[in-house]
């Protein structure tokens, strides 16, 4: 039960949408998620409560410093995967989370801002690592990044986060219209109507893309799911 959590000290780095993304993308492979909504805006508590129920999703929106080990070790049972979204700040419950955690993304929009909110969640890692001895594997997800952005010009941003020692997924989040609607439509990219969401499919395949690059990192050793697997890749293929 790998417990992936979503951080940066700053607001607006889109984080909770890469975090529900990642979510209802594995719960549509099969996989049991349990999404602990720590960020104060409760934007994805406020999603689920317009999607209603989801198969395979929970949403835990009560979550405190007191409160996480206990909600993650009480949903064992029925938790292939935990996703921790937490507040733009860094504070006891952004340390904690990312103390308990398997891997640590960390959302980075192209602007300084947004890196400075990075800088101070690797500095807090370093801080675990140097001190208490606790090592979390982390990475960077570029997020909101315009379509139009050559390879050329992504690769260059990566080339200077490696070159400071951080790690940079190869899948960046676009901006997409159904990435923003999401959350006032509810449900997932999957239940959204393509007549009224443009690039719709480009969007799934986006967030495709981006949780095989997660499950390749953070893998979720259990049997159970391999039908279910088998069976969401064939219908990929058929679409």
């Not at 239940?191 to 969401?197: E, I, L, Q």
Request: glycine residues 6%; positive net charge; charged residues 20%.
């Amino acid at each position: 039960m790998p417990v992936i959590t979503f951080a940066n000290a700053k607001g607006g780095a889109g984080k909770t949408t890469a975090a529900l993304i990642l979510a209802t993308e594995l719960a549509a492979q099969g996989y049991r998620v349990t999404i602990l909504d720590a960020d104060p805006q409760r934007w994805i508590t406020s999603w689920h409560e317009v999607s209603g129920a989801q198969r395979n999703i929970q949403v835990i929106s009560e979550v405190s410093v007191g409160s996480l080990q206990s909600h993650i070790r009480e949903n064992r049972d029925t938790t292939d995967y935990y996703i921790i979204d937490l507040a733009g700040v860094r504070d006891a419950l952004v340390a904690t989370a990312i103390g308990l955690s398997d891997h640590v993304l960390i959302p980075i929009q192209g602007c300084a801002m947004d890196a400075k909110g990075g800088a101070l969640i690797l500095e807090l890692l370093r801080q675990l690592a140097d001190k208490a001895g606790v090592r979390v594997n982390h990475s960077v997800v570029l997020t909101r990044m315009n379509s139009l952005v050559t390879t050329r010009a992504m690769t260059a941003i990566k080339a200077v986060l490696a070159e400071r020692g951080v790690a940079v997924l190869d899948t960046s989040i676009v901006e997409r219209v159904a990435f923003r609607d999401i959350f006032e439509s509810g449900g997932t990219l999957y239940t959204m109507d393509p007549t009224k969401v443009s690039n719709l499919e480009k969007a799934r395949e986006n967030a495709q893309s981006f949780a095989s690059e997660i499950l390749s990192m953070v893998p979720c050793r259990n049997a159970r799911l391999t039908a279910a697997r088998a069976v969401f890749r064939s219908i990929s293929r058929a679409a």
